[in-house]
């Protein structure tokens, strides 16, 4: 049976997409951590972190979306990063991407260790990011809503908000907005000097 939308943030099953902008180049460190893997096809593959956090499960996955050189960042790099949590632990992409991938946030007071490098980058705030969500369609996952969504032509699927998510098989409303002028203005800024 479907959803209504409003249950599926109340049960927590509304999927987030991030971005952030972390420090360094983030690797998955399989040798420290169980849990981690690579998956994809492309220039771009995904990660996943599994990794348990106050003894809880954790998951996220996350990949690269691009790179610029910066003064600041350790080895002298920050990366841009799309992240989609699985699971939603208390800081749960701040600590994954800090402490399994050696690349905290731009801005994480908490988790960035205190460097030098560290508190320059903090100036500007937190570099994360909530740009889309998903939500399973109240009607199209129903048994007539299906008949229905099969006879939409494919083009008109993939034009607007409206798609199968690839891991469940469901169809989704998909709300994404740009990333914030802040994002852009950063690394314009970075690679600059």
């Known amino acids: ?49 599994d990794n348990d956090l106050e003894g809880k499960s954790a998951i996220t996955d996350w990949r690269v979306v691009g790179k610029v050189e910066s003064l600041h960042g350790k080895a002298g790099q920050l990366t841009l990063v799309e992240v989609k949590p699985k699971t939603g632990r208390y800081h749960q992409i701040r600590r994954h991407m800090a402490w399994v ?29 909530s740009n889309e969500i998903a939500v399973e369609h109240p009607y199209y996952n129903t048994p007539a809503g299906q008949l229905d ?6 083009d008109e699927k993939m034009k607007g908000c409206l798609r199968e998510d ?23 800024h970075e690679s600059s000097r």
């Open 149 to 154: 969504w099969i006879k939409v032509e494919k």
């Open 101 to 129: 991938c050696e690349s905290p946030l731009v801005g994480d007071t908490t988790y960035d260790g205190g460097d030098e490098n560290a508190l320059r980058l903090r100036k500007r705030g937190l570099f994360l990011c």
């Open 1 to 49: 049976a479907a959803v209504h939308p409003a249950q599926q943030f109340e049960f927590r099953k509304a999927r987030k997409t991030y971005m952030a902008i972390v420090s360094g180049n983030p690797k998955l460190r399989s040798g420290d951590f169980d849990g981690v893997s690579t998956y994809g096809d492309g220039e771009f593959k995904w990660n996943r972190i």
């Open 166 to 188: 690839e891991e469940s098989g469901k169809v989704v409303v998909v709300a994404k907005i740009d990333l914030p002028e802040k994002f852009e203005a950063f690394l314009r």
